[in-house]
């Protein structure tokens, strides 16, 4: 029968797994909006120094995501909507 062979056990140096990343989110920041979901026109009208048809025409060409509850009601603006048409726009204020 043959003899086995000797192995030698030399010990290996231990690995660390790297940590993983942990992203921190952004801090959101309001621009200079109140902390509500929904404005008015003339409140978004005020906030970009323009007047209420303006804001008005933004919604009907979809630059602004508008809300209207009812055949004739109060148009609302979100928003997300004017926040991503702030940073899309040159309008600073």
């Known amino acids: 029968m043959a003899r086995p062979k000797k192995v030698k056990i030399v010990d290996a140096p231990v690995v660390k797994a790297p ?4 992203e921190t989110p952004e801090p959101e920041i309001n621009y200079g ?3 509500k979901s929904l404005f008015r026109v003339d ?3 005020s906030h970009f120094g323009v ?3 303006t804001v008005r025409t933004w919604v009907q060409h979809g630059l602004l995501t508008g809300e209207q509850y009812k055949q004739g009601g109060v ?3 979100t928003r997300h909507s004017i926040i991503n048409f702030r940073l899309r726009s040159r309008i600073i204020r």
């Open 33 to 35: 909006l109140p902390d």
């Open 43 to 45: 409140e978004v009208a």
């Open 19 to 22: 940590e993983p990343k942990v």
């Open 75 to 77: 148009l609302r603006v």
């Open 51 to 53: 007047s209420v048809q």
